[in-house]
């Protein structure tokens, strides 16, 4: 069985400042671990993944995700927050080895940019 | 390369009426997903396809919800009869399936539907 949680259903930070979203997961097999990004009306665009591998991932738009193993952790760092950050930020999980089971998804933080 | 396309992308219907969504998925990807997004929530998983085949509908509100995927391409979600809580955006997604599986999802923009 596989989870997601993610810390706070919204963050506000100001443009510039360091942006920092939660991810934690279970997972019972090795996860692989996705950021997506969702704007209003829009379907939901991928960020970074960490499938094996180097476990600091660079993702677009100057994201990046460290895969934490000892802390079941996945959490989503950029140094500085630009207007067009704000969305909705997704948190996903599936497990290598498990049937190619679809992702699952987390609830969601909402990432608002004050200028 | 085309992304998924679906359709419509706007729907309003009276509760106990019947709707479909069509979804195409990129060329070439054999997996197809419908998620359910209902506001303020993270997507939830309806059923996957490899091909034509169903390889997980353990979520699915069968009593009300159908779909399919004759020939392994395009599917389609029915609603019938439609109850308001079904009120949500419809996402389609698709992803490769051979040695380079990665998990990726791609896509595509939702069908959202309000049921009155």
């Known amino acids: 069985a596989q989870s997601v949680t993610q810390l706070g259903s919204h963050v506000s930070v100001s443009e510039g400042a360091l942006v920092l979203l939660r991810c934690n997961y279970s997972?019972?097999?090795?996860?692989?671990l996705f950021w997506y990004v969702q704007y209003p009306n829009q379907g939901l665009q991928l960020l970074l993944k960490?499938?094996?591998?180097?476990?600091l991932v660079k993702g677009i738009n100057g994201f990046e995700a460290e895969f934490k193993k000892s802390e079941t952790s996945f959490h989503l760092t950029k140094p500085s927050a630009h207007m067009s950050d704000a969305a909705e930020y997704f948190c996903?999980?599936?497990?290598f080895g498990a049937g190619r089971r679809a992702l699952t998804f987390g609830s969601g933080t909402r990432l608002q940019v004050q200028p | 390369e085309a992304g998924v396309a679906q359709s419509p992308r706007y729907k309003i219907i009276e509760k106990r009426q019947s709707v479909a969504f069509w979804c195409n998925p990129i060329?070439?990807?054999?997996?197809l997903y419908w998620y359910q997004q209902i506001l303020g929530q993270g997507p939830k998983l309806l059923i996957q396809f490899q091909n034509n085949g169903v390889v997980d509908d353990s979520q699915l509100p069968k009593d009300r919800f159908s779909a399919e995927r004759l020939k392994g391409v395009d599917s389609t979600l029915k609603i019938q009869p439609a109850k308001l809580e079904d009120s949500a955006v419809y996402l389609c997604a698709s992803s490769l399936t051979s040695d380079r599986y990665t998990g990726e999802l791609f896509f595509g923009e939702g069908s959202r539907l309000t049921v009155l």
């Open positions: 960490y499938t094996t591998g180097a476990t």
């Open positions: 060329s070439g990807h054999a997996t």
């Open positions: 997972s019972s097999v090795p996860p692989y």
């Open positions: 996903a999980v599936t497990g």
